[in-house]
Structure formats: C-alpha cells, structure tokens
C-alpha cells in the first residue's frame, strides 16, 4: 500500500469511515438511502466519508448508485467500502465478493464479531454477554486477538475496526491489555494497515472510546496510522461524539488520521493533536 505525504492542516475531524446506511438488513443502495447521510455529514463538517456495510448485507450495495450520489455531491468524497467480519455462515461469500470488486473499493474494514458460539454475536446488548460470564476472560481476550490476527492476514482489509469490541460488556482480564494486544498489533504494523479511533465504545455498556488507552500507547509507539470513525448505523449517528474524541487525540498527541481512495491510504494533519 502506498503512502503519500501528509496534505496541509485541517481544523476538523473531517471523516467518518464507519457507517452502516443499510443498517442491518439488505436495502438497496439509492440516492432516497444515501443522501440523508451526505447531508447529515455536510451538516456536521464530515467531507469524506466510507460507506461500510458489513458484509453479509453486500447484495444491497450498488457502485453506480454510488457514482451518482457522488456526481450529486461533488463536495463531499464518498468511498465505496465494506466490513469484513468473521460470520461463520456468511464471511465465506463476503470474502468472495471483496476479492471479486476490489478494483471497486476504496475500503475495506476488518472485524470479528463471533467467537467459539457460532450462531450469536458476542457484541450484542444484552444478550452476549452470557459468552463472558463464568469463562476464563484472558482465554477470551487471546482467542479474540487471534481472530483480529487472521482478518489482519488476509491480504484482504486496509484498516482494523473497534480493535478491543471484545470489551463490550465491560469484562476485564487479569493480564495487562499491552501484553494480550501487542503481537496483534506488530502485525497490523508489519501488514502496513490502519486501526480505527471508534466514538460507538462510548455509547456501548463499556462506555469507553475503541481501542482503549493502553492500546493507543502501544499503537502510537508502534507508529500504526489512525482512522475516525463513528461505527453510525442512522445518519443521525454520523460523526457522534466527535469534540470528546478529538480531545482524546489530543491527550495523546495524535495529528494526522488517514483516508482512501482505491486502497491507498493519506495521512491528513488535524489540529486535534
């Protein structure tokens, strides 16, 4: 993946490379789905945005849909992306689709939302949560980065999505995040692929921004490139409690997030840091 040199500073948090128009059912791409969403962003100050609808919901996504809301928009840079998860019935196909339109993409977001109990999301409220509840946690967190390691080898993403999900529901392991996280994240370093700073943990039961603190440390050390991203599955979501993040970035120093264009990433200065 080539990288460009940064492009000038910035004075907002001007991207949003997680969104879900479809929501979770199959819906059409069309200029009535998408255009609340572009104006909602042109609202909030949002000039590039990636579509990322998982997978499993490819059959709605339409790229000449797409090229029409962009020639109604030329203001507003509209990628064409997707979330690649590990659903064992459904990431066969998605894996399939990704590889089959990758000249198409400009994105591709990796995550795992199962974990050994196939038939369930372990993220979903309140119902997950019984996958944590009386098991070995430091066992759950390992076999979850193991799966982020898999996505992250796959040759087939450019950006790792809500790194630590699996803290959802607010369980805890014993050993220290950096040691359980930091062989995944030397990966996604030597992949050359990006992690996303995600505002949803904030609005989840574990009301904290994904990846956590301890994870940024060894991110930022690691010299991993960051995307902003709201995970927003109503265009009312869009950008959602971007002031706190960009305090957050600020904290730690971080000045340049990433955009793309067919899978080559720019890092762009923000004044966030």
Request: glycine fraction near 6%; charged fraction near 25%.
């Amino acid at each position: 993946m080539q990288v460009t040199q940064p492009s000038t500073l910035n004075p907002q948090l001007f991207a949003d490379y997680h969104t879900h128009p479809q929501g979770h059912r199959v819906q059409r791409y069309s200029l009535q789905l998408l255009q609340p969403w572009i104006d909602a962003a042109r609202g909030k100050g949002i000039t590039d945005i990636a579509f990322t609808d998982h997978d499993r919901y490819h059959a709605g996504i339409d790229f000449d849909e797409l090229d029409r809301l962009r020639e109604k928009n030329p203001g507003i840079k509209i990628r064409a992306g997707i979330e690649l998860d590990n659903d064992p019935k459904t990431s066969g196909a998605g894996r399939k689709w990704v590889k089959q339109n990758w000249e198409r993409l400009d994105f591709v977001l990796g995550s795992v939302h199962y974990l050994s109990q196939p038939d369930q999301m372990f993220d979903s409220v309140p119902d997950g949560a019984r996958q944590f509840s009386g098991h070995d946690i430091d066992e759950i967190y390992s076999d979850y980065f193991r799966r982020i390691r898999e996505i992250a080898a796959s040759d087939l993403v450019d950006c790792l999505a809500h790194l630590d999900l699996v803290k959802i529901h607010g369980y805890r392991p014993c050993t220290p995040i950096a040691e359980l996280v930091d062989e995944t994240l030397e990966l996604i370093r030597s992949r050359n692929l990006a992690i996303e700073l995600s505002t949803a943990g904030w609005r989840k039961p574990v009301k904290e921004l994904y990846p956590s603190d301890g994870i940024l440390t060894v991110a930022i050390k690691k010299a991993i490139p960051f995307t902003v991203a709201s995970d927003a599955h109503s265009w009312a979501q869009l950008g959602e409690n971007y002031e706190r993040l960009a305090q957050k970035m600020s904290v730690f120093g971080i000045r340049e997030i990433c955009v793309f264009e067919k899978h080559r990433r720019r890092e762009v200065m923000t004044n966030a840091g």
